[in-house]
């Protein structure tokens, strides 16, 4: 097979493992944590998933300890585990309510490191979990994040055992470039916002639409599910910086309000739809 053939294969199965752990934390939790596999893959191929490529999602959650199959009612099936409530327990706080804005008083988090050459693979998964968790690069092996970073930081140094080769201070910042244009030049503050403007826009009218007419529980589930796979990914980008730093039509608030707006609206509906796929107790 060709790297061609390949691509879309790999993106196929991608977009499922995504829709997947999205349907795991808007669906199978709030209907008790258990999911049925035959109604799971029904209601993921309304998404436009097929069903092999949940079936193979569903397998390596399985194999990452995150699913266990489980039979209920007489219908095989699979329950979360301790490892996936955790994790996605974790992410609920910026997926649902955004990353709420840090308070400009309580400082800054910086990280240093110097992690030699021999150990280059630990240094690049120490930069990519800063990142992840919301730290921007301000020079070469420096690393910012509002001072409630901390504690994350210092998971991330010692997870990959590198508390020898980093140092973690915090503090306010001092001067003497403008802290505004600082941040904008470590984060990529812009392509945040512009990913926030870009849902209001597809989303808004949807969301006005809604409002006046309610959807089928159908039309509901599907949009939900899409709105949320789209949604999540946005604010886990965002860092969360104080207010003041930011432009004045920083964008994150009103996709927030309109996010909350779709789940208004979408969410019981959804679930509904979602509960007749499930087996009667």
């Not at 939790?29 to 309304?46: C, E, K, S």
């Not at 099936?77 to 327990?89: E, H, K, R, S, V």
Request: net charge neutral.
């Amino acid at each position: 097979m060709t790297r061609a053939e390949a691509t879309p294969a790999a993106q196929r199965n991608r977009r499922s493992r995504t829709t997947v752990v999205t349907f795991l934390g808007a669906v199978v939790r709030p209907l008790g944590d258990w999911m049925p596999i035959a109604g799971a893959v029904d209601l993921l191929t309304q998404l436009g998933l097929d069903a092999p490529s949940v079936r193979t999602a569903v397998h390596r959650l399985k194999q990452n300890d995150w699913l266990a199959s489980e039979t209920r009612s007489g219908a095989r099936g699979c329950a979360l585990t301790p490892t996936a409530l955790a994790t996605l327990a974790a992410g609920d706080e910026v997926i649902w309510h955004a990353r709420k804005p840090a308070d400009l008083s309580d400082g800054w988090c910086i990280v240093h490191f110097g992690v030699p050459e021999t150990m280059r693979a630990r240094r690049h998964q120490l930069r990519a979990h800063l990142a992840n968790v919301g730290f921007g690069n301000i020079g070469t092996a420096l690393w910012i994040a509002p001072a409630r970073m901390r504690d994350a930081a210092q998971q991330a140094i010692a997870e990959l055992e590198l508390e020898s080769y980093a140092a973690i201070f915090g503090g306010d910042y001092q001067g003497p470039q403008d802290l505004t244009a600082l941040l904008y030049n470590s984060w990529d503050l812009a392509a945040i916002d512009e990913s926030y403007r870009g849902f209001v826009e597809q989303h808004g009218p949807t969301a006005t639409r809604l409002e006046k007419r309610r959807p089928t529980a159908h039309d509901a589930f599907t949009t939900y599910l899409e709105v949320l796979d789209q949604w999540r990914k946005l604010p886990f980008r965002d860092p969360g910086l104080p207010r003041e730093v930011l432009a004045p039509d920083w964008s994150a608030p009103s996709a927030v309000d309109l996010f909350e707006r779709l789940v208004a609206v979408l969410e019981k509906p959804a679930l509904a739809h979602a509960t007749t796929h499930w087996p009667s107790a």
